[in-house]
């Protein structure tokens, strides 16, 4: 099982970005699937987390810029950031629990930055 993010970049304050995270494998099904962030001498924080019949979760730092969404038929989870601000600048990391015939697992993908210059 294999994690693709993409979509970081540098943008300034206020911009947009849009993350996605694509699962490919020998996936069975996908639970939960997620974006954390961790900054500079910071501990990797959850975002926000979509499970599979939608339900959403979000920090309250994000809410109101940021959405999170899923296409199930293609394994990918999204995430819309607007209004971006100088304090979402980290290293965002894209995760799922899934069963890939072994039972639900936790797994991460390799992180994509986002920098936002003020």
């Known amino acids: 099982v294999q994690l693709q993010a993409s979509g970081g970049g540098l943008v300034q304050a206020g911009g947009s970005l849009r993350l996605s995270c694509t699962a490919s494998g020998n996936i069975f099904r996908i639970s939960d699937m997620g974006w954390y962030r961790q900054a500079p001498g910071k501990q990797r924080e959850l975002v926000a987390v979509?499970?599979?019949?939608?339900?959403?979760d979000y920090a309250d730092s994000i809410k109101g810029r940021f959405t999170i969404s899923r296409d199930n038929d293609k394994n990918t989870v999204y995430l819309q950031m607007n209004s971006l601000k100088p304090e979402d600048t980290a290293l965002y990391y894209c995760?799922?629990?899934?069963?890939?015939?072994?039972?639900?697992?936790?797994?991460w993908g390799q992180g994509t930055q986002v920098t936002v210059s003020s």
């Open positions: 979509i499970g599979s019949g939608g339900l959403t």
């Open positions: 995760n799922t629990v899934l069963d890939a015939n072994l039972g639900f697992r936790n797994y």
